[in-house]
């Protein structure tokens, strides 16, 4: 089943913070995120594992609430780079990676 | 840096022809997914291999989509016949034994349009 992803869409200025939700249904063992910008393929940004151990990258922060199967990106002091597309993915006891469909961040100069 | 690669990236063909498509994962990786992903969406996972064994097909379309890992190396999706519905973007993901928590890394995709 799809992770609900929030909001579907957001515009900034370069400098703001921005927070993107997901949230599943189901039990979940891993939450990935992806950013992709227009017409390039997704990029590996964070995985946050159930018990607590993340991996990922240096600037982007992110939270798994296991219990409330909800998942929280955040970008702080957003540079114009930050633009796309981004994807969390969720990974329950199937194994299998099911994609939210997208939130739009747009980061105006 | 180690690159998944596709080809071709664009394909443009008639409905009820067939066309196929074809991934070079990242040397060393183990695991290969077909994800489409329809504009404004998110990928959507078709076929998963583990080597050369499907893990997981059960989003494939079989009467009409097929894929193979023949020597667990590179492999080929194939459409036949392909309908105005297939229209997607088709990425190519590889990543290290799936355990839920090896980041997948993305092929630049083949765009397909079916007229």
């Known amino acids: 089943q799809q992770p609900v992803q929030s909001p579907q869409a957001v515009i900034l200025r370069e400098g703001e913070d921005a927070v993107i939700n997901c949230s599943s249904s189901k039990a979940l063992y891993s939450v990935h995120w992806y950013r992709q910008k227009h017409g390039e393929a997704p990029v590996f940004l964070m995985i946050?594992?159930?018990?607590?151990e993340q991996k990922g990258h240096e600037k982007i922060s992110a939270s798994f609430n296991e219990k409330k199967q909800q998942s929280s990106l955040y970008l702080t002091a957003s540079q114009l780079s930050y633009s796309g597309t981004y994807f969390c993915g969720t990974i329950g006891a199937a194994r299998q990676l099911t994609f939210g469909s997208g939130t739009q961040l747009t980061v105006l100069p | 840096e180690a690159e998944v690669a596709q080809s071709p990236r664009y394909k443009i063909t008639e409905k009820s022809q067939a066309v196929a498509f074809w991934c070079d994962p990242i040397?060393?990786?183990?695991?290969l997914y077909w994800y489409r992903q329809i504009l404004g969406q998110g990928p959507e996972l078709l076929v998963q291999f583990q080597d050369e064994s499907v893990v997981d097909d059960s989003q494939l379309p079989k009467d009409r989509f097929s894929a193979e890992r023949l020597k667990g190396v590179d492999s080929t999706l194939k459409i036949q016949p392909a309908e105005l519905g297939d229209s997607a973007m088709y990425l190519c993901a590889s990543s290290l034994p799936d355990r839920g928590y090896n980041e997948q890394f993305f092929g630049p995709g083949t765009r397909l349009t079916v007229l």
């Open positions: 040397s060393g990786h183990a695991t």
């Open positions: 946050l594992l159930k018990g607590g």
